[in-house]
C-alpha cells in the first residue's frame, strides 16, 4: 500500500506563488514516477506536471515557464513550486504515484487533493 498526502494549498494573489508538497508512505520503494494533477470545477481532471525517479520531468504546456516539478527521494517527497500564479490556476491539486510492482502489474496511488485558490 503507498499512501499520499498533499499540503501547501491556500489562497494566493494571482502572481503569487506556492509550493505544494506531497509525501509518500507505505510501500515506497515500487514508486516509479509521480506527478501532479489538478482539477478545477466542472473541468476534467489533467497533468500539471511529472517527473520520474531519475528526474527527467514534463509539463503542461499552460504551467510551463511557471511551474516546477522535483522530487526528494530520501525523503519520499515531491513538490510542485508554482510562479506567476494566475486565477485559472484555481484548482484541487491532486499528488499522484506510479506504482510498479512486477512489470505486469502496475498502479496508481492518489493524494486527497489539496486546493489552491488565485484570487484577481
Known amino acids: 500500500q503507498v499512501q499520499l498526502v498533499e499540503s501547501g494549498g491556500g489562497l494566493v494573489q494571482a502572481g503569487g506563488s506556492l509550493r505544494l508538497s506531497c509525501a509518500a508512505s507505505g510501500s515506497t520503494s515500487y514508486i516509479n514516477a509521480m506527478g501532479w494533477y489538478r482539477q478545477a470545477p466542472g473541468k476534467q481532471r489533467e497533468l500539471v506536471a511529472a517527473i520520474t525517479t531519475g528526474g527527467t520531468t514534463n509539463y503542461a504546456d499552460s504551467v510551463k515557464g511557471r511551474c516546477t516539478i522535483s522530487r526528494d527521494n530520501a525523503k519520499n517527497t515531491v513538490y510542485l513550486q508554482m510562479n506567476s500564479l494566475k486565477p485559472e490556476d484555481t484548482a484541487v491539486y491532486y499528488c499522484?504515484?506510479?506504482?510498479?510492482?512486477?512489470?505486469?502489474?502496475?498502479?496508481?496511488?492518489w493524494g486527497q487533493g489539496t486546493l489552491v485558490t488565485v484570487s484577481s
Open positions: 499522484n504515484a506510479d506504482i510498479a510492482i512486477t512489470v505486469f502489474k502496475r498502479l496508481d496511488a
